[in-house]
């Protein structure tokens, strides 16, 4: 693994390449969070300007198609061109010979990330009244970007990925991923299976989906939103598994209300249909939410599976396999109600 003193004079000789001018780079300290991704902190400085940064990165060794990286920051490009509060990219890079692993190096925002200090701290209770719609207005700029758009040609790929857009295409792939890498039987998820195969709605439309779109993905502050991270699983697919996603227990965070712990189902659709975002349907929402908690557990079996296989170190990622029984047991009560 690289230092990280050499790492910060490797970053800093690439940002001299795309300034064309010399660059320092001071307090390099790798960020809490990103299981999936490495986040570094970082401050840079050329032509007599001192910049805040972030560097997000694969993690060296990585298997999986580096371009994916570039992909997300042309994503995050076009996002805040349409308005989606999101940090600027300055760079990214494919090439593993510069860092080790695919990158790109956004603008830092300041701001808070934690969701238990959304939920309970009293300096965000202004943001906690105004968040869900800013949420519902927010995702439909996300769903209003064109597909169509030359730089964004991967989401095709990923969207085929990730279930090409059929709801029945999302349950089918989410069970034999669960087949694939569950190491015991889940008899529950077996059962939710075919319970979402058989009440499967039609796709809304196929549109941009930022796939990951929660509490815990975004910077806050007193006033609310401040930024939406985490683009990594953004696909072409029904926008309205985007909105299911945002309602799932587990990103609730103990929290009462569904959206995010903090608001409720018709407020966000309210805000989200005013900003321009399709007509939602109730049943259809609902089943995605469903959906969701289906994929969820598949997440936490394949984010044990990467401990238990010998392949990251981490105590996070061993203890993700015991959280799956939280998305079984909120399944078994939707398919009991629904009964």
Same mark, same amino acid.
């Given at each position: 693994?690289?230092?990280?003193?050499?790492?910060?004079?490797?970053?800093?000789?690439?940002?001299?390449?795309?300034?064309?001018?010399?660059?320092?780079?001071?307090?390099? @300290?790798?960020?809490? /969070?990103?299981?999936?991704?490495?986040?570094?902190?970082? +401050?840079?400085?050329?032509?007599?300007?001192?910049?805040?940064?972030?560097?997000?990165?694969?993690?060296?060794?990585?298997?999986?198609?580096?371009?994916?990286?570039?992909?997300?920051?042309?994503?995050?490009?076009?996002?805040?061109? &349409?308005?989606?509060? =999101?940090?600027?990219?300055?760079?990214?890079?494919?090439?593993?010979?510069?860092?080790?692993?695919?990158?790109?190096?956004?603008?830092?925002?300041?701001?808070?990330?934690?969701?238990?200090?959304?939920?309970?701290?009293?300096?965000?209770?202004?943001?906690?009244? =105004?968040?869900? %719609?800013?949420?519902?207005?927010?995702? &439909?700029?996300?769903?209003?970007?064109? !597909?169509? @758009? !030359?730089?964004?040609?991967?989401?095709?790929?990923? %969207?085929?990925?990730?279930?090409?857009?059929?709801?029945?295409?999302?349950?089918?792939?989410?069970?034999?991923?669960?087949?694939?890498?569950?190491?015991?039987?889940?008899?529950?998820?077996?059962?939710?299976?075919?319970?979402?195969?058989?009440?499967?709605?039609?796709?809304?439309?196929?549109?941009?989906?930022?796939?990951?779109?929660?509490?815990?993905?975004?910077?806050? $502050?007193?006033?609310?939103?401040?930024?939406?991270?985490?683009?990594?699983?953004?696909?072409?697919?029904?926008?309205?598994? +985007?909105? /299911?996603?945002?309602?799932?227990?587990?990103?609730?965070?103990? %929290?009462?209300?569904?959206?995010?712990?903090?608001?409720?189902?018709?407020?966000?659709?309210?805000?989200?249909?005013?900003? $321009?975002?399709?007509?939602?349907?109730?049943?259809?929402?609902?089943?995605?939410?469903?959906?969701?908690?289906?994929?969820?557990?598949?997440?936490?079996?394949?984010?044990?599976?990467?401990?238990?296989?010998?392949?990251?170190?981490?105590?996070?990622?061993?203890?993700?396999?015991? @959280?799956?029984?939280?998305?079984?047991?909120?399944?078994?009560?939707?398919?009991?109600?629904?009964?």
């Amino acid at each position: 693994m690289t230092a990280p003193e050499e790492l910060a004079e490797r970053i800093a000789a690439f940002a001299a390449d795309c300034v064309g001018a010399e660059v320092r780079v001071e307090n390099l @300290r790798r960020m809490a /969070g990103g299981a999936s991704r490495e986040l570094w902190s970082l +401050d840079a400085t050329w032509d007599g300007q001192r910049r805040e940064l972030v560097l997000r990165r694969d993690p060296p060794g990585r298997v999986g198609d580096s371009s994916d990286r570039g992909l997300e920051a042309a994503l995050l490009r076009a996002a805040g061109e &349409a308005g989606v509060p =999101v940090p600027h990219v300055h760079w990214s890079c494919d090439d593993p010979a510069v860092l080790d692993s695919a990158f790109f190096i956004m603008d830092r925002i300041e701001g808070e990330t934690i969701p238990r200090r959304l939920l309970r701290d009293d300096a965000y209770a202004d943001a906690r009244g =105004v968040m869900t %719609g800013q949420l519902g207005s927010i995702l &439909a700029r996300i769903h209003s970007l064109d !597909p169509e @758009r !030359p730089e964004l040609a991967g989401l095709e790929r990923l %969207g085929s990925e990730q279930g090409g857009g059929s709801p029945r295409d999302e349950v089918r792939r989410i069970g034999e991923g669960v087949r694939l890498l569950a190491l015991e039987p889940h008899p529950v998820l077996d059962l939710a299976e075919r319970w979402l195969l058989e009440r499967a709605p039609e796709a809304s439309r196929r549109g941009v989906v930022h796939g990951d779109y929660r509490i815990g993905n975004v910077i806050f $502050g007193p006033d609310g939103v401040r930024s939406i991270l985490d683009w990594e699983l953004a696909h072409l697919g029904d926008p309205v598994e +985007d909105l /299911g996603w945002l309602c799932t227990k587990t990103w609730r965070f103990g %929290g009462a209300q569904p959206v995010g712990g903090i608001g409720t189902r018709e407020a966000l659709v309210e805000a989200y249909e005013k900003a $321009g975002g399709d007509p939602v349907d109730p049943e259809a929402l609902a089943w995605w939410e469903a959906c969701a908690n289906f994929k969820v557990a598949l997440v936490w079996i394949s984010q044990s599976r990467v401990y238990l296989d010998g392949r990251v170190a981490s105590v996070e990622l061993a203890s993700l396999g015991r @959280r799956t029984a939280e998305p079984e047991a909120e399944l078994l009560r939707i398919l009991e109600e629904a009964a």
